[in-house]
C-alpha cells in the first residue's frame, strides 16, 4: 500500500469537496474491491474519501413501485431484509450468494456496481430488472451504465446514491460459482414485468449483457421449454483457467434455466 | 466422536492442551516474534520463467531514507554465502536408492539464497531490500532496476524432458537431471509377454502447493560480540534448520541458534530451510540490526515450494483369473527449477505395487527440471501419486476385463499369512491386516447399499458412483531422535525432544506418554522442541516419524528415571530397591504401604549429597536411537460422489476412511490428522492445481481467489475408523497416522467419479476433475456412443 491521506466525510456535499480537490483521489465504500488493490499496489491515490459516515447513503424503503436501496447498504443486509424479500426474493437471494459472510458484511450494493467486475452479481440483477443509479448529479439506466470491463458511465466526481429496482412480476437468479473466489463463473438473472422479458448475463463476457434470444423465446413462452433449444454462441465469451468459452456457453444456457425455474417458483 | 476421555494415558482421546492458547489468540508464531530495533526486509522477485540477470541497478533504491541495504547474489557470492544443503533423497536404510541408469553420478546445481546468474521461475529472489518499514523497503523493492534477458521457459512436466526444451541448468546436457530403473525389467517384460490381460493408464498428477494456514515468516538477529545469529522461523525441527543455515553461512553451526515456538501447518513444503531464511540472517549481519520478513499470501503462492506434478505411463498384466502378474511404468516428476528433493519420486516408485501380491515390477523413474518453483515433499510424499495411478489401473482392469471390482481387488491383495512382504522393489512390508481393513471400509461405506441410493439418485436427475481404494504409506525419515526428561521437584516433568509440532498436537500427545509411564498429569507436563540451545538432536517433523521415535526415546527415558527414582526411593524408604514399586506417579515398598512422590524423589535426588553419583543432582534421564525399521500404515477409504449431468460439478456425499495406526495414543487427535488428510487429497483431487502458463511460465492461480482451497461446506461428515493391528517392528505396536487420510484420497475420489460415469463410458477423469473436465469427459463419451454431443440425462428407471 502506498501512502495516502484518509478523510471519512459526513455528507455527499462534503465528499464532492473532497474528491474535487486536484490531487487523485478514491470514494471507499466497503473496500472488498478497493483495498486488495491498494495492498498489492497496483493503484495509487493521494487521497482516500470513505463514505461510511453518511448515513443517507444506508437503507432500504419502497417508493410506489420501486424498491430503493442507499449505496452503502451491506450485501448482508440486503440478503436479511424483510422489505426485498418480500418486494424482489431473487435480489435478496443473489446478495446472500455473494462472496462468503466477511465479503458480505463489509460489501455494498454502491461498490459493487461502481466496480463493474465482470463476475459480480449486481449487475445481472441491475440490467434484468431495468434499474435506475441515482447519482448526485442524475439518474443513469443500468442498460446504459455497464460499459465494458470495470467500466461504467460514472464520471469523474460522481458518486451513486441510490439504486432504484422496478418491482417485477416474476424473477429468478442462477449463479455458478468460480470455485476460488466465488464470483459468478457465469450468472444469469431472468425477469418478467409489465414491459417483457429479460435475461441478463453476468461472468461471460467483459460486461453484463442481455441475451436476446432467450429473451424474444421466453416473451412467447415463459418456460423452461423455451430454453432448451437455445444455445449461446460462444465465440466472444470469457475463457480462463477456471473455464473455457464453450463451457460458460453451456453453462449460461443450464443458468438461464434455472433462473427461470426459480422465477416461476410459487412465493413462499 | 462422542467418546469422552476418562483419563489421559494412551489411548485416550484426550482434548488438545494446545488448542485454547492457539484459539485465543495466545500462541506465538514467527510473524508474533519481534526484536528490539528490527529491520524489514522484501524481496526482489523475478517477474520472469526464465532469464538472465545481466545488470541489478539499486542506486535509486539505496537512496531512499530509510532503506538500509539492498543486497543481491553479487555481494551474497562476494561474503562467501554457500548454496542451500539440499538433501535430495531419503536416506533411510529401509528404502531403495535411485542411480542413474547410465551410472553417471547425479546432477546436482548449486541454489543460492538469491539468483546469481539467472532466474529460473516466476517469484524467485534475486534481491532484498532491507528497511526502516516493509513499506519503505516495498519502496525501494519497486526501484531496483534489473536487466533481464527473457530466455524461453518450459513449465509442463512432458515438455521440459524433451531434448530440445529450454535449458534451465547450461551445464545439464538436458533438464532430465535423474533416469533411473527399478525393479527387475526382463521379468517384467516376460510377465508382460504371457499376460492375458494388460490395461494401461497415462496421468498427469497436478501440481498443488502446501497453503499452510500461517504464511512462512523469519526474523533474525545476528550478535556481534559472540557473533551468533539466531533466527526465529518456522519449519520441521529446529535443529535441522540450525544446521542448514550454518552450512549456508559457511560458519559452525554452534554459532546459529534456531528457534520456534508455535507453527501454523508444514505438510512437508514448509520442512526445509528456506532461501529467505538465509538472506535474513545474512542481511541482519550485514545491517547490523534485527531483520524480519513475512511472507505476503501471494508471494507463499509463488515461492513457497510445491508438490506434486508427476507424469505417469503405467500398465497392468493380468492373467485370466485376474491374478496380478506383474506392473510396469514411466513416472516422470517435476523438481522445478532446482534440484532440491526427488524422494517423492523414489517414495513413490518404491511402493508403487501397494499391499498387492505382484510377482513383478519395473519402473523407469525420471525427474527433470523446468521454470516452476522447485517441489519437494508434501503430506505423503509420492504415495498418493501411485497411490492413485494403480487402483486407476485396478478399476480399469475390472472394467475392461469384466472382474469385480472388490473381488479383484481382494484376489490379489495380501494375507495376513504372507508378511512379512518383500514388495517387488524390495520394501519390506511388515504387519497388517489389510483384508481387515478393505471390509471394515465397504461396511463403514455401505457398499452393499449403494445401488439403492444409485437410484435414488438418478430419480434426483444425479449420476451416482462410488469407489474404494487400498493403500500404504511408508514412514521412514530421519531416523535418529532423543528424548530428554527431567523432573523437576517443584512438580513438573520436562521433555525435550528434536521434533517441533507444526499442529499435529504433541503438546497433548506425547504428555500422555509422560503420563502413562510416569504417572504425572497431563498440565504438569512441558514438551519442549523448538529451540537449539536447549535440544541438540531431533529430526522434525516428517515421514510419520513423531510419534513413531518419539514414543521409542520417551519410554527409555521414562525407565531409566523410574530405575534411579526407585534407587533413591529405596534411601528415603529404608527398603531396597528391588522392593519399590513405581505405580501412578509414587514409589512404595509394598508390605509399609509407605510411599514417596516422584516429585519428592527429585527433591530428594538435589538435596542428598550424599547418594551414589549417578543418582545426585537433578532427577533426569536421556534416551537417543537410531531407528532403522520403516513402518507401513495402511487403510482403506470409500467415497460416494454424486455429479450434476448438466452442469458436470460433483459433490462428494458420503465418505468412510479406515486407516490402521497399530497403537492409537490419542484417537481424537488421530481422527482430526485423518480429517485433514482427507480435505488436502480430496483438495488435490477436485479443486487445486498449482496452473502455470505453458507459454509464459506465469503462474495464473496464484491466489486464493483462482488458487481453490477445498472448504468445510464442500464435505460430508467422514466416517472415520481407527484400526488397532500392533505393528511388529515398533515396540509399541504403533504406526503413523498423520499421512494416511491423505494417501488414498486422490484415488478414491477420481474411482468414485469414473464410477458414476461409466455407464456412459467415461473411462477416465483427470484431477483436478473440475466440473468442466467431467462435463466434457460425458460429452465426448456421449459423442463416441452415438455421434451427437447434447449432455445426456441419467436414465430414471
Ligand atoms: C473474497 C471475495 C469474494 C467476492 N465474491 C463476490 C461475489 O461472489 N459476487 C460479487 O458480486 N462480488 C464479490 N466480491 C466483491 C464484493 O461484492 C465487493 O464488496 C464489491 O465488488 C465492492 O464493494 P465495496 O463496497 O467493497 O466497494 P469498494 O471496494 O470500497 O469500492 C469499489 C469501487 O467502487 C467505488 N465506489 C464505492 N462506492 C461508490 C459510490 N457510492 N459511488 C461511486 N463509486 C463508488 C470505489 O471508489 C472503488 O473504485 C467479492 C470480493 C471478495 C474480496
Known sequence: MYDFEYRRVGSIAEAQAALAGGSSSKLLAGGMSLLPVLKQRLARYDGIVDLGGIATLRGIHRDNADLVIGAMTTHATVAASALVAQSIPALAALAAGIGDPQVRNRGTLGGSVANADPAADYPAALLALDARIVTQRRVIAAEVFFRGLFETALEPGEIIQAVHFTLPQRAGYAKLRQSASRFALVG???????????????????????????????????????????????????????????YRAHCVQIMAQRALAAALEPPS | MDEIATDSRIGQPVRRKEDERLLTGKGCFSDDVNLPEQAYAVFVRSPHAHARIRSIDARAARAIAGVLAVLTGEELL?????????????????EIRLANRDGTPLFSAPHYPLACDKVRFV?????????????IAKDGAEQVAVDYEVLPAVVDTLAAAEPDAPRIWEHATSNVCLDADAGDRAA?????????????????????????????????????????????????????????????????????????RDIGGNFGTRGMIYPEFCVVAWAARRVGRPVKWTCERQEAFLADYQARDLAVQAELALDAQGNFLALRSSNVGNAGAHPTNFSPLQKGVEIMSSIYRMPCAFVRARAVLSNTSPTRPYRSAGRPEVMYVLE????????????????????????????????????????????????????????AGFPARREQ???????????????????????????????????????????????????????????????????RVDIIAGDTDIVKVGGGTHSGRGMRLISIVVLNASRQIID???????????????????????????????????????????????????????????????????????????????????????????????DDAGRAVNPMIIHGQTHGGIVQGVGQALYENCYYDPRSGQLLAGSFMDYTMPRADHFPPFDTHISEVPSTTHPLGMRPAGEGGTTPALAVVINAIVDALAELGVRHVEMPATPERIWRAMRAAAGTASGNSSTPMPQAQ
Open chain 2, 392 to 447: 486407476r489401473l485396478i478399476d480399469l482392469a475390472a472394467r475392461e476385463c469384466d472382474f469385480d471390482r472388490i473381488a479383484l481387488r481382494e484376489r490379489n491383495l495380501l494375507r495376513q499369512a504372507e508378511l512379512p512382504y518383500t514388495n517387488p522393489f524390495g520394501m519390506v512390508y511388515d504387519s497388517g491386516d489389510y483384508h481387515g481393513a478393505m471390509a471394515k471400509a465397504l461396511e463403514l461405506g455401505d457398499w
Open chain 2, 457 to 523: 439418485a438418478r430419480r434426483r436427475g444425479k449420476y451416482r458412483g462410488i469407489g474404494v481404494a487400498n493403500y500404504v504409506d511408508t514412514a521412514s525419515g530421519v531416523p535418529r531422535e532423543r528424548a530428554e526428561i527431567s523432573v523437576h521437584p517443584q512438580g513438573r516433568v520436562s521433555v525435550v525432544v528434536g521434533t517441533v509440532s507444526n499442529g499435529q498436537g504433541h503438546e497433548t500427545s506425547f504428555a500422555q506418554l509422560v503420563n502413562e509411564w510416569l504417572g504425572v498429569a497431563l498440565e
Open chain 2, 123 to 135: 517469484g524467485e529472489a534475486l534481491a532484498v531490500v532491507v528497511a526502516a518499514s516493509v513499506a
Open chain 2, 564 to 658: 534411579k527414582g526407585k534407587r533413591i526411593a529405596a534411601r528415603l524408604l529404608e527398603s531396597d530397591p528391588s522392593r519399590v514399586r513405581f505405580d501412578a506417579g509414587r514409589f512404595e515398598v509394598a508390605e509399609g504401604g509407605r510411599a514417596v512422590t516422584l516429585f519428592e524423589v527429585a527433591a530428594a535426588a538435589e538435596r542428598l549429597g550424599d547418594l551414589p553419583e549417578d543418582l545426585r543432582g537433578p532427577l533426569t534421564a536421556f534416551s537417543d536411537e537410531t531407528v532403522k525399521e520403516a513402518s507401513f500404515p495402511y487403510g482403506a477409504h470409500v467415497c460416494e460422489v454424486e455429479i450434476d449431468p448438466e452442469l458436470g460439478a460433483v459433490e462428494i456425499v458420503r465418505y468412510a476412511a479406515v
Open chain 2, 78 to 94: 562476494a561474503d562467501g554465502l554457500k548454496p542451500l544443503p539440499h538433501v535430495p533423497f531419503s536416506m533411510h536404510p529401509a
Open chain 1, 188 to 246: 444469469v438473472f431472468v425477469t418478467r414485468t409489465h414491459a417483457g422479458v429479460r435475461v441478463a448475463v453476468t461472468g461471460a463476457r467483459d460486461s453484463v449483457f442481455r441475451w436476446r434470444e432467450a429473451e424474444a423465446a421466453l416473451a412467447a413462452d415463459f418456460r423452461p421449454a423455451a430454453l432448451a433449444r437455445l444455445a449461446l454462441p460462444s465465440s466472444g465469451l470469457n475463457a480462463d483457467i477456471h473455464a473455457s468459452a464453450e
Open chain 2, 188 to 260: 517384467t517384460e516376460a510377465a508382460f509377454a504371457r499376460a492375458v490381460h494388460v490395461v494401461r493408464f497415462s496421468t498427469q498428477v497436478n501440481r498443488v502447493t502446501g497453503v499452510t494456514m500461517e504464511p512462512r515468516a523469519a526474523v533474525a538477529q545476528y550478535d556481534a560480540a559472540r557473533q551468533r545469529y539466531t533466527l526465529y522461523a518456522g519449519s520441521g525441527g529446529a535443529v535441522r534448520l540450525k544446521d542448514d543455515l550454518a552450512t549456508v553461512l559457511d560458519i559452525p553451526a554452534a554459532q546459529v541458534r534456531a528457534v520456534m
